[in-house]
T-cell receptor
């Protein structure tokens, strides 16, 4: 089945550091990838839709300059949390849809646990 | 807009008990419906899906039927195991939006005790 790899799985860093998270579709091409944030005991909140070769589409309330998204190829999207602060600590999950059209389900990575000290 | 409502839980069951997790939805178009499962410390895995009314999705002993008349997609399993302990998310994607966005329910934590 379709596999999405997310790296790193866990990051602990100091306040003010920028952190990059990678999301790769391993065995399929994904024109669109999605970045979610999951708060404790809460559902997933869509942050942005990452489009290959174009700018990401951010959801309302998500800071574009804070969460930089780059989708440079059909198999890779990156999320960079710039100048991270403790309130950015969360579980970030990416997903990807196969570029075959129609109603394909999203396939999720294993998530990245970000902890800002 | 689209929304998904499911019981928050936690749901605690003994091994081999019958499981039902209720899910209802509202959507403007003709959504596809999904159940995802999240094991501790992991991402989400697609458990099953249904793309049109009266479809039944099934996988690993879990089933859910797309009921358009009641806008529901309840998850069931006849005999749960300890390994089924996880958080279960009901979700939909709307054809009107090109199936781009997925709307998730809050997630229901299932705890199965031996």
């Amino acid at each position: 089945g379709a596999v999405v790899s997310q790296h790193p799985s866990r990051v602990i860093c100091k306040s003010g550091t920028s952190v990059k998270i990678e999301c790769r579709s391993l065995d399929f091409q994904a024109t669109t990838m999605f970045w979610y944030r999951q708060f404790p005991k809460k559902s997933l909140m869509l942050m942005a839709t990452s489009n290959e070769g174009s700018k990401a589409t951010y959801e309302q309330g998500v800071e574009k300059d804070k969460f930089l998204i780059n989708h440079a190829s059909l198999t890779l999207s990156t999320l960079t949390v710039t100048s991270a602060h403790p309130e950015d600590s969360s579980f970030y999950i990416c997903s990807a849809r196969e570029a075959t059209g129609g109603n394909q389900p999203q396939h999720f990575g294993d998530g990245t646990r970000l902890s800002i000290l | 807009g689209d929304s998904v409502t499911q019981m928050e839980g936690p749901v605690t069951l003994s091994e081999e008990a019958f499981l039902t997790i209720n899910c209802t939805y509202t959507a403007t178009g003709y959504p596809s419906l999904f159940w995802y499962v999240q094991y501790p410390g992991e991402g989400l895995q697609l458990l099953l899906k249904a793309t049109k009314a009266d479809d039944k999705g099934s996988n690993k002993g879990f089933e859910a039927t797309y009921r358009k008349e009641t806008t529901s997609f309840h998850l069931e399993k006849g005999s749960v195991q300890v390994s089924d302990s996880a958080v279960y998310f009901c979700a939909l994607s709307d054809r009107g939006g090109g199936y781009q966005k997925v709307t998730f329910g809050i997630g229901t934590k299932l705890q199965v005790i031996p």
